[in-house]
């Protein structure tokens, strides 16, 4: 499939997870991340939109920043509770 | 003669190109170079700023863990609570700020949004739900609120 066949979301989706496969796998996640943005930006997608046609982003910050979120909130509630 | 003027003419007009073709030529190669500084110099902030985020990320993760350890031991009384909630929230406003920085980085073009934009949007849109407290109308973050708009609108 090339980039030129894509007319729906799955169509988009089936593209970048052949790129992922067949170009992407050994490159750094962000450089990965960096080539996937580039062809999701040609597209006019909402946020839930842009999720489901890059189901292989890694983001490795978002997971990380999760963890202590929830870390942090329930310090907050000790912290809450005890005013 | 006027054969001669015209041989010479044409020397001189290709003499001209080649010096005005060589000229425009270092011209882009300079512009390349510049660019690719630029591009450098920008990854040198992103990179500055991440490493920021992250030793504050983890002082507020240590912080965090601080309050839930002395909850846990029943050793929370009037004064540790005190010193505890002081620092929690230093360390909360010390991550929050440099997180403004990255987004004011972002807002002012400084950094590529697209480029950004993956990593960050949930982290920041999950950072205003949780800590929804400090992004009232007088919060000091407002490259935060303004970045979290413009990426879950589009």
Excluded at chain 1, 41 to 57: G, I, K, M, Q, V
Excluded at chain 2, 60 to 73: L, P, W
Excluded at chain 2, 85 to 103: G, I
Aim: glycine share 2%; charged share 35%.
């Amino acid at each position: 499939m090339t980039l030129n066949n894509v007319t729906t979301l799955e169509d988009l989706r089936e593209y970048l997870s052949e790129k992922f496969e067949s170009e992407w796998k050994d490159l750094p996640v962000e450089d990965i991340l960096k080539e996937q943005d580039g062809i999701l930006s040609r597209f006019e997608l909402s946020s839930e939109e842009y999720d489901y046609a890059a189901p292989l982003t890694a983001v490795m910050e978002d997971q990380s920043a999760k963890k202590t979120i929830i870390n942090t909130s329930k310090a907050k509630a000790i912290l809450v509770k005890r005013k | 003669m006027t054969f001669n003027m015209d041989v010479g003419t044409f020397i001189i007009a290709i003499i001209g190109a080649w010096i005005a073709y060589s000229q425009l030529r270092k011209i882009n190669d300079q512009i390349g170079i510049a660019v690719k500084n630029q591009k450098m110099d920008s990854l040198k902030i992103v990179l500055e700023i991440e490493t920021q985020m992250n030793s504050r990320k983890l002082e507020f993760d240590k912080a965090a863990k601080s309050v839930r350890e002395a909850d846990n031991k029943d050793a929370l009384d009037e004064d540790t609570l005190e010193i505890l909630r002081d620092y929690f929230n230093a360390t909360k406003e010390s991550y929050l700020n440099a997180l403004d920085r990255l987004c004011y980085c972002i807002e002012k073009d400084y950094i590529s949004d697209k480029d950004w934009r993956t990593e960050y949007r949930n982290l920041v849109r999950d950072i205003i739900s949780e800590y929804e407290e400090d992004f009232g109308e007088a919060s000091p973050y407002n490259n935060i609120k303004k970045i979290n708009k413009k990426w879950q609108q589009s």
